[in-house]
């Protein structure tokens, strides 16, 4: 009799897990964005998000959980209950730099969260506020260089895409400006507006309208070609410092352990929302890369996470830098 209720009482057990996979979601979804409201991770989140929650008929609702280039949030998400009514933007910093940054990083994103997919990859530009004493790429190159310690880099905390990316641009100048850390790069889009600060390094997603609007100057866009959201910013080839290649890309992620047919209800509902011609034209419009057919899904961000872990940890380790 005992070994029958023990089986009953696993067999419950396992068909409530099955029943609430089959009828996911019931109830609204939290997206954490690690960064403040009004920066690129946040937008490009809000984007698929809209249309996510159309296609899952239940709100993905944006929380963002700022601190410590967005580690902070990532060891959260990872410790969430693994029921997809919890899942986190993630993206080159958080999920493959900070491994290099953070000698004691909480989490692995190999093996401490499940990939959902990719959302947009984000190409770099150097930035610098709008009265900055240079014409172009060369003529800043040559001032930071003469001015370095005496400049203030702004950038979202260490472990975010703004760090990393100056951090492989200073490295390259041989320059040490003063970092000022914000929560995010809206936040320090805000400061560069204002002149509060002299350069950073941002995704082109956080910049459009700000070059557009000429409240702030873009020297270069660091990939191998320009990019049609602002075609008059030459690439770093053109403007001449071609060693500074970098992109960055945004993804959402679940905790480890989240079952598979949700995580394939989320990956469904984002690759329909990145074949949706608004979605595409409102992440196009904003400078993004959107991954198409087999650079899509679970398999592909999984194999990307792990790539861009490989690349960034020995450029972080050459350029000396571990967060304390
Ligand atoms: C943001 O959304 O603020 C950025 O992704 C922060 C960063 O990584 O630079």
Redesign the pocket.
């Known amino acids: 009799m005992k070994k029958l209720l023990l089986a009953l009482g696993a067999a419950l057990l396992a068909t409530v897990p099955a029943a609430a996979q089959s009828d996911y979601p019931t109830r609204p979804i939290t997206v954490i964005?690690?960064?403040?409201a009004?920066?690129?991770?946040?937008?490009v989140t809000r984007i698929v998000g809209e249309h996510m929650s159309r296609t899952l008929g239940q709100q993905l609702v944006v929380e963002n959980v700022v601190g410590a280039?967005?580690t902070t949030a990532s060891t959260r998400a990872m410790r969430a209950t693994p029921d997809g009514y919890t899942i986190i933007t993630g993206?080159?910093?958080?999920h493959a730099a900070s491994v290099g940054l953070y000698p004691k990083l909480a989490y692995d994103p190999r093996k401490d969260f499940e990939p959902i997919g990719l959302i947009a990859g984000?190409p770099i530009l150097i930035l610098a506020k709008k009265d900055f004493p240079a014409k172009d790429l060369k003529e800043f190159i040559a001032y930071v260089k003469a001015n370095g310690s005496k400049l203030n880099e702004a950038?979202?905390?260490v472990?975010?895409?703004?760090?990393?990316?100056c951090l492989l641009l200073n490295h390259l100048l041989g320059v040490k400006p003063t970092l000022i850390p914000?929560?995010?790069?809206?936040?320090?889009m805000n400061a560069l507006v204002a002149g509060q600060v002299d350069y950073m390094?941002?995704?082109i997603v956080?910049a459009v309208p700000q070059v557009q609007a000429g409240t702030i100057k873009a020297y270069a866009v660091a990939t191998p070609q320009r990019n049609p959201a602002l075609p008059d910013v030459p690439t770093t080839v053109e403007a001449g410092l071609p060693d500074y290649q970098t992109s960055?890309w945004?993804a959402l992620f679940a905790p480890k352990g989240t079952p598979k047919p949700i995580l394939d209800k989320l990956s469904a509902a984002l690759d329909k929302a990145l074949s949706d011609e608004t979605v595409r034209k409102r992440l196009l419009d904003l400078g993004s890369d959107i991954p198409e057919g087999k650079a899509r899904g679970q398999e592909a961000l999984a194999a990307h996470v792990k790539a861009e872990i490989d690349k960034w940890t020995p450029i972080i380790k050459a350029a000396g830098i571990e967060a304390k």
């Open positions: 964005v690690p960064f403040a009004g920066g690129p991770t946040d937008t280039g967005g993206h080159m910093g958080t984000t950038h979202a905390g472990g975010s895409v703004s760090f990393t990316t914000f929560t995010g790069t809206g936040p320090s390094c941002d995704q956080n960055a945004n």
